[in-house]
């Protein structure tokens, strides 16, 4: 499995930990190349095991550095420029009877990450990420599912740079947080559960619903207590693009806290 991207944006920091307050917006600015392979082999049955190299590259980074943000890029490297290179520890299980839009099934994802100085790391550090995923179909013998997701980010060790760090909408999908923006809370651990229920609009299923809520904590440093629960929560429609393989197109509009609110658009269920 391989993932490869190259960004170039402006994206607002807001500090560190869930305790953030919007009105502390740093405006950022900062190009990103990623390089992510994996190989996994069938253990037995839906078990899978296997290792992979990762590489995250953050450059250019301008940012204003304001009286609430500035000591958070202190506290966590070189916030002009980084490197986070190392391999990674692999385990899936995965009983989904459709991997892009599930009915039914388990999906467990957990990965062991390194980054390391020989390897052209900036700084050598670890992390763990545990990402479970349970879907229901409810009622009984209907089409309408109920959806689970916790996904965990923690740092184990060391000190990654600033934007290296467990955040909002970084995980591999940027699915994460849906009512907030990317990047909105950021820390040395990340702790979230979301439900969703999908429905049927239309008996032809070209329609359908769905309705969302969910509920983040971060922590500001290693050590430190996780801070406030940040939910959101909203409402969503599903455009069948393809019947076959069940792929919706996605619109949902989410609410956070602290006026928090967006649209979001996707091709493929959050997760």
Same mark, same amino acid.
């Given at each position: 499995?391989?993932? +490869?991207?190259?960004?170039?944006?402006?994206?607002?920091?807001?500090?560190?930990?869930?305790?953030?307050?919007?009105?502390?917006?740093?405006?950022?600015?900062?190009?990103?190349?990623?390089?992510?392979?994996?190989?996994?082999?069938?253990?037995?049955?839906?078990?899978?095991?296997?290792?992979?190299?990762?590489?995250?590259?953050?450059?250019?980074?301008? +940012?204003?550095?304001?009286?609430?943000?500035?000591?958070?890029?202190?506290?966590?490297?070189?916030?002009?420029?980084?490197?986070?290179?190392? +391999?990674?520890?692999?385990?899936?299980?995965?009983?989904?009877?459709?991997?892009?839009?599930?009915?039914?099934?388990?999906?467990?994802?957990?990965?062991?990450?390194?980054?390391?100085?020989?390897?052209?790391?900036?700084?050598? @550090?670890?992390?763990?990420?545990?990402?479970?995923?349970? +879907?229901?179909?409810?009622?009984?013998?209907?089409?309408?599912?109920?959806?689970?997701?916790?996904?965990? @980010?923690?740092?184990?060790?060391?000190?990654?740079?600033?934007?290296?760090?467990?955040?909002?909408? @970084?995980?591999?999908?940027?699915?994460?947080?849906?009512?907030?923006? !990317?990047?909105?809370?950021?820390?040395?651990?990340?702790?979230?559960?979301?439900?969703?229920?999908?429905?049927?609009?239309?008996?032809?299923?070209?329609?359908?619903?769905?309705?969302?809520?969910?509920?983040?904590?971060?922590?500001?440093?290693?050590?430190? $207590?996780?801070?406030?629960?940040?939910?959101?929560?909203?409402?969503?429609?599903?455009?069948?693009?393809? $019947?076959?393989? $069940?792929?919706?197109?996605?619109?949902?509009?989410?609410?956070?806290? !602290?006026?928090?609110?967006?649209?979001?658009?996707?091709?493929?269920?959050?997760?």
């Amino acid at each position: 499995m391989g993932d +490869y991207r190259f960004f170039k944006y402006p994206q607002s920091t807001f500090g560190l930990g869930s305790n953030s307050n919007i009105n502390h917006e740093d405006p950022m600015d900062y190009s990103y190349i990623r390089f992510y392979e994996t190989v996994l082999r069938r253990i037995n049955g839906n078990f899978y095991a296997g290792a992979g190299y990762i590489f995250d590259e953050h450059y250019d980074i301008e +940012y204003l550095g304001n009286a609430f943000t500035r000591p958070a890029f202190a506290l966590f490297g070189s916030p002009r420029h980084s490197i986070a290179s190392g +391999y990674t520890i692999n385990a899936l299980f995965d009983s989904r009877d459709n991997a892009i839009n599930a009915s039914k099934g388990i999906y467990a994802n957990v990965v062991f990450r390194t980054s390391i100085k020989d390897l052209g790391s900036t700084s050598e @550090w670890s992390s763990l990420i545990v990402d479970l995923r349970k +879907y229901i179909t409810f009622p009984e013998n209907s089409d309408n599912v109920l959806a689970l997701w916790s996904y965990d @980010w923690l740092i184990l060790d060391g000190k990654p740079s600033y934007l290296d760090l467990p955040s909002t909408s @970084w995980d591999a999908n940027s699915a994460t947080g849906r009512g907030y923006i !990317q990047g909105r809370f950021r820390g040395a651990q990340m702790v979230y559960f979301e439900a969703e229920y999908r429905y049927k609009i239309t008996a032809n299923g070209l329609l359908g619903g769905v309705i969302f809520g969910n509920a983040e904590s971060f922590s500001a440093q290693q050590g430190t $207590k996780l801070q406030s629960i940040q939910p959101a929560f909203g409402p969503g429609v599903r455009i069948k693009l393809n $019947k076959l393989s $069940k792929t919706n197109i996605a619109i949902d509009y989410g609410f956070g806290n !602290q006026g928090s609110r967006g649209l979001f658009i996707d091709v493929g269920e959050a997760f």
